[in-house]
């Protein structure tokens, strides 16, 4: 691994299992911090080697004002992970969830630049199509667009700045519930780097995914919205500004697998209705915005497309305050 400082952070309820062994015992191996966060209904004595674990009485002594104004029983707690992460150093932030099992590709070292093949400018683009040969698309996706035809993707290689990267997952991979009521799976991948550049539009989600230092502000994940669409929701605002900075979004090859959850499907069926419905047009909302380039900007596009969102009633307006406290913690921590 690198010789910057990487964290590994995870939001988990579960006792120490098989996946959370494995990535203690991978972070030990390679020197990585691996932060996990818990909520109420993680147990009370959990301990296992190699794992820096905040239960609910731990994160309420963090200096972090987002650490008490975050609701309990949400995803969106993983926020304070990657806060901690912060304030211990961290340059990289890796994440990824109790249920993704890495390969030893997951703790090769991981590089902003990297050499892929890129593509601009095609609209919504469903990524899945080049790593696979079966009709899959990711979770987030607009569904009106699934038969749309994959354009062409250059096969020249070049060396593009991916402050954002997402790995793929093999098995039970990130899709939604229409897929995973209607088609089969497994699904495996195959190997690829691509890159997304300006207005090629797809979602990324917090399974598996690398943050470089720049682009740390883009972790935010929103507290007030379907759980089954607060880190897709997130890799929107992400996108739009990352292209304001001249970045680029990776999609790589798989790197974990995953040996999903129980999941009542209904339920995330009816989760992923606010996403099913307002995807595509939460991001031509985001495409009319007028944001600026430069990191010191990064806060003020995010409150922007926030405010945008409240004023489309896709988020409440409890949102805002939240990132408030977000971005007044991440000044406080230099970022």
Same mark, same amino acid.
């Given at each position: 691994m690198s010789q910057q400082k990487i964290s590994l952070v995870v =939001?988990?309820?579960?006792?120490?299992?098989?996946? $959370?062994?494995?990535?203690?015992?991978?972070?030990?191996?390679?020197n990585i911090e691996f932060i996990v966060i818990g909520d109420v209904p993680s147990p009370k004595d959990f301990k296992l080697d190699g794992c820096d674990f905040y239960g609910l009485?731990?994160? @309420?002594?963090?200096?972090?004002t987002f650490a008490t104004d975050c609701p309990l029983r949400h995803y969106s707690r993983k926020n304070i992970g990657y806060l901690q992460a912060i304030k211990n150093g961290a340059e990289i932030i890796i994440e =990824?969830?109790?249920?993704?099992?890495?390969r030893e590709g997951f703790w090769k070292e991981r590089t902003r630049k990297v050499d892929a093949q890129s593509v601009t400018d095609t609209g919504w683009i469903n990524?899945?199509?080049?790593?696979?040969?079966?009709?899959?698309?990711?979770?987030g996706f607009p569904i009106e667009l699934i038969q749309k035809p994959s354009p062409a993707i250059s096969a020249d290689i070049k060396k593009l700045d991916c402050p954002i990267q997402?790995?793929?997952a093999d098995e039970n991979p990130d899709v939604d519930?229409?897929?995973? $009521?209607?088609?089969p799976l497994p699904q495996n991948f195959k190997a690829g780097r691509i890159a997304l550049g300006n207005n090629a539009w797809c979602p990324f989600n917090s399974q598996n995914t690398t943050f470089f230092k720049e682009a740390f502000p883009l972790l935010y994940l929103p507290s007030y919205c379907s759980f089954r669409m607060t880190d897709i929701w997130r890799s929107f605002v992400a996108q739009k500004i990352a292209w304001v900075n001249g970045w680029n979004i990776l999609f790589h090859e798989s790197t974990v697998y995953q040996e999903r959850n129980d999941h009542n499907l209904l339920k995330d069926f009816i989760d992923e209705i606010p996403g099913y419905v307002n995807n595509a047009k939460m991001c031509a909302e985001l495409d009319k915005l007028d944001m600026k380039a430069g990191t010191e900007h990064i806060g003020a596009n995010m409150i922007k497309a926030y405010v945008k969102f409240v004023e489309l009633n896709l988020v409440d307006a409890r949102e805002l305050p939240l990132l408030d406290a977000w971005l007044h913690? $991440? @000044?406080?921590?230099?970022i």
């Open positions: =939001t988990s309820i579960a006792p120490p299992q098989k996946v $959370l062994k494995a990535l203690a015992d991978g972070s030990s191996s390679n009485e731990r994160q @309420k002594e963090l200096p972090f =990824t969830d109790d249920d993704n099992i890495p990524i899945y199509k080049y790593f696979s040969e079966s009709n899959i698309w990711p979770r997402q790995g793929l519930a229409i897929y995973r $009521l209607v088609l913690d $991440l @000044k406080g921590l230099g």
